[in-house]
């Protein structure tokens, strides 16, 4: 790409970004109930549940762990369908809408640090995904033995960051064309596994598979679970808010997702929980051809291989759109190949130890509960209980000092406060790095607690504080 | 509407308070003329009644409740 031709294109992302915060209007909502069914079905069929659903057998069995998963997910998504729900009402993009809790700077940290860093680490997941695939094919069409962390691996990430840097800089029609075949292709493999699993292994067997590293204690190995499922289902969240936008009811809209991330999602988990059960693996990569032989497990990991690229690249796309709308003028500015080239690198340094993220996914899962399960808790307080499913339109795209948006200079101190403590909780009752958990965290998780208080304290200062003092447009 | 959102539009005609170039200023600021008028009408702006959230609740929490059962 010239460098006019990447000035031309940033310019061109930079006002698609800015237009992307107009309202959606009911004419332009495209999905009725059956159409965002299958949006979220094909969202759902990915390669990542077959990544949580593996890492459950570290911890339970097959029943347990579906049944821990089952509840997760329901928390999870549940408070993700609500607190979008604004999101469909008024066709706002989602952190458009959340100008009105966070104030129009206080959204900044959220978007450049929150969203940027999760979607780092999930581009890193994902090129490592990649290249477990493309070295297991090579070790069984070469006879090679190479390892999980063998520099090949990052070879492989790094040509599934540099394939998926020229589908990005492509812009959204080669996205386009890619998200069309990925999930159909996604959906027969989960049938196809489907099929294999039960040719050989029966559900009583299945069930009788002892998990690999539980701690012992049933009650916490089910929290354990209970919690990076609560944390899958809540990492839906940003996306989550910018596709109900479309929908053309909120109920539509709700019960879509409901199908898709809660109903579809658990059975392709479950599907991934019992390969990894029967292979005694929560690698994906390494299910495929010890399940399926050589030739559809190497069709299998191609395919699999290539739904990454997709992923990565429309989250990059995603993230690097993001990037421009709110008011950073250098990044406004900065050439569109430099920023997806910036992006997509700093994922290259989660390959040089692709164990370190990888084996540990679901440590992953948890920081993801722990930065935005707060989030939400505010959220919703602010959506339901203060504004009373009520937002001010133009108030959100007004920029000028002293809107009811404004709050301080456009940050909302209360909602960082809040938000502050519901980290605090959860790190009182849970480690995402060491696993340390304290005592209640076995009955109660650390998300909810964390969602609940950062709820509780956002309430209590936004009616003695902020709305004293006349900040916020609260009009009660 | 609020007070303020009535004053707004007659400040905001002008674009005043929205951000961005020429062009993405008229877009968003035809787009609030047209989603606040008060003859719009759009299908999702109504809420989720009290069956739905009945549904939506006990859906989610039957499902958790039954297979913690089956399961635990």
């Known amino acids: ?476 | 509407m609020s007070a303020y959102m009535t004053d707004s539009v007659g400040a905001a005609a002008d674009g005043g308070g929205i951000e961005g170039g020429d062009e993405v200023r008229a877009a968003i600021l035809q787009r609030l003329r047209e989603v606040t008028a008060p003859d719009y009408v759009d299908p999702a702006r109504k809420d989720l009644t009290g069956l739905d959230w009945f549904a939506l609740v006990g859906f989610m929490a039957a499902c958790a409740v039954i297979f913690t059962v089956w399961g635990y």
């Open chain 1, 1 to 476: 790409m010239t460098e006019q031709a990447s000035e031309e294109f940033a310019e061109q992302t930079s006002k698609e970004a800015l237009l992307a915060t107009v309202p959606v209007a009911a004419k332009e909502r495209v999905w009725g109930f059956w159409d965002f069914t299958w949006v979220m079905t094909g969202l759902a069929i990915a390669t990542w549940a077959f990544l949580i659903g593996g890492d459950v057998v570290y911890f339970l069995g097959l029943k347990a762990g579906i049944a821990a998963m089952v509840l997760g997910n329901a928390i999870g998504v549940f408070f993700v369908v609500i607190s979008v729900l604004g999101n469909t009402k008024y066709g706002l993009e989602h952190f458009t809408l959340i100008r009105s809790v966070f104030g129009r700077h206080g959204i900044k940290p959220l978007i450049y640090i929150l969203n940027f860093l999760v979607c780092i680490g999930w581009t890193g997941v994902l090129s490592v995904m990649f290249g477990r695939a493309g070295v297991n094919v090579l070790n069984e069409l070469a006879g090679t033995d190479y390892g999980g962390d063998s520099a090949l691996v990052l070879a492989f990430g790094v040509i599934a960051l540099a394939v998926s840097w020229v589908v990005v800089v492509k812009g959204p029609v080669a996205l386009k064309w890619f998200n069309r075949v990925v999930a159909p292709g996604l959906a027969i493999v989960l049938v196809v596994m489907v099929y294999f699993i039960f040719r050989e292994t029966s559900w009583a067997e299945l069930t009788a598979i002892k998990p690999l590293e539980p701690f012992g204690n049933k009650l916490l190995d089910f929290m354990m679970v209970v919690e990076f499922s609560l944390a899958g289902g809540v990492s839906w969240w940003p996306a989550q808010g910018n596709l109900t936008r479309l929908a053309t009811t909120q109920r539509a809209g709700a019960w879509a997702t409901v199908i898709g991330l809660f109903v579809v999602t658990l059975i392709a988990q479950t599907v991934g929980l019992m390969a990894a059960l029967k292979f005694g693996d929560a690698d994906p990569t390494a299910w495929m051809i010890p399940l399926t032989g050589t030739a559809v497990g190497v069709v299998i990991l191609v395919w699999v291989a290539f739904a990454n690229i997709t992923t990565i690249s429309v989250q990059a796309y995603q993230v690097c759109v993001a990037m421009r709308q709110e008011g950073v003028r250098f990044l406004a500015s900065m050439r569109w190949d430099v920023m997806i080239t910036i992006f997509l690198g700093l994922a290259v340094f989660l390959l040089i130890k692709p164990s370190l993220i990888y084996d540990n996914f679901f440590q992953f899962l948890y920081w993801i509960g722990l930065s935005y399960s707060p989030v939400m808790g505010i959220i919703c307080v602010d959506y339901f209980l203060f504004r009373h499913q009520t937002l001010d339109l133009w108030a959100i795209f007004d920029a000028r000092k002293g809107s009811p948006y404004d709050f301080w200079r456009g940050w909302n101190i209360a909602a960082y406060i809040a938000m502050g403590a519901g980290v605090a909780v959860y790190a009182a009752l849970f480690n995402p790095v060491s696993l340390w958990n304290s005592a209640p965290f076995r009955y109660t998780s650390a998300t909810v607690p964390s969602l609940v208080v950062a709820a509780l304290v956002y309430f209590v200062l936004t009616q003695l504080w902020v709305k004293r003092v006349g900040k916020g447009g609260y009009t009660d």
